[in-house]
């Protein structure tokens, strides 16, 4: 392959587009004839401010939000959204629900928790998160703050494509592991964020969008770095942001864009999960998948083998095949190949060709 690459099957951080680390390369020394690399441009300068709102406005364009919302890059991860969300939303006297989905859910909740009331409004934990629930599995409190699911559980494989619906009380999804792979309808919508270390691009940067009437109803008295307002209104330059990292998100989004936008997206997930799943059922007495067929993420494939010892030959000799990252997450064991969007379909048309050789020789 070129440059030797190989396919990398990680689970995040992941596969960036071989276009945009080209770009990268090329303008290493000398971005945009500034003499300059990026990393090395004030964030105040000029040519920064452009690509910062350039990367909102594409952000903006890719979901088709209006006015009403605010792009903000922060740092901290997924994880401090976690305690942001109830800290800025939550409050005694405040109920929010939590959808728990998977770990990260669970570990959404326990932050909450410190904030004000938390209502489980489904507990996947009761079926070993391997099912999403209907609308009327959930039991959702009149006039909550917010209800909050993650959209994609990275751990477990599941994945929503229909949300719920939750009537007036906004929506506040951790969307991490599967922003930008589908089209959705953001309008139900109060807040959803992600750390950009699967679809986005590197680690430390994490995409917020929030809604101009959550801002209303925030909590005031935050610490000034913790509070949403601060960075919608210093339009996340309050202190210095992850400039670079939001730099290669603008080269992901472009490309994403460039592609076709979410639309081509969409359509490039849904085959690519076509054909993994497809080839799966086929031979489902030895390639096993763990969650139901209508929760099955397109993202994060996990996968079980008759045996734990051939799932770790599995793993050993498709790194050998150049295969990379196809260990299933520590407290689950298993498979998992985690095919977000930089992923094309010949890594995986080539990953079922090794699959199906694997199984006759093992099976
Ligand atoms: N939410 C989900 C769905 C994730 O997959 C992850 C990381 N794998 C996180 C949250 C935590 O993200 P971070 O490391 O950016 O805090």
Redo the contacts with the bound molecule.
Sequence with gaps: MKYDRIWNFN??PAAVPLEVLEHVHENWFNYMETGMNIIEWSHRSREYDEIHNNTAAMVKKLFGLGDEYHVLFLQ?????QFAMVPMNFLGWGKTADYINTGS?SE?AVKEAMLFGNVNIAFDGKEVNYTSLPKQYDLKLTEGAAYVHL?S????KGTQFFDFPDTGDVPIIA?M??DILSHRFDPKPFGLFYA?A??NLGP?GV?LIVIRDDMLQGANDGLTTMLSYSTHVEKNSLFNTPNTFGIFLMGRILQWIVDMGGLEAMEDRNRRKAELLYGFMDENSGFYRGTVDKDSRSWMNVCIRLPEEELEAKFVTEGKTAGFNGLKGHRSVGGIRVSMYNATPIEAIKDLVVFMKDFMAKNG
């Design positions: 689970p995040g901290s991860g997924a994880s401090l990260w570990k993650t994609n559980n990275t751990i951790d991490s592991s750390g270390q699967k680690s994490t």
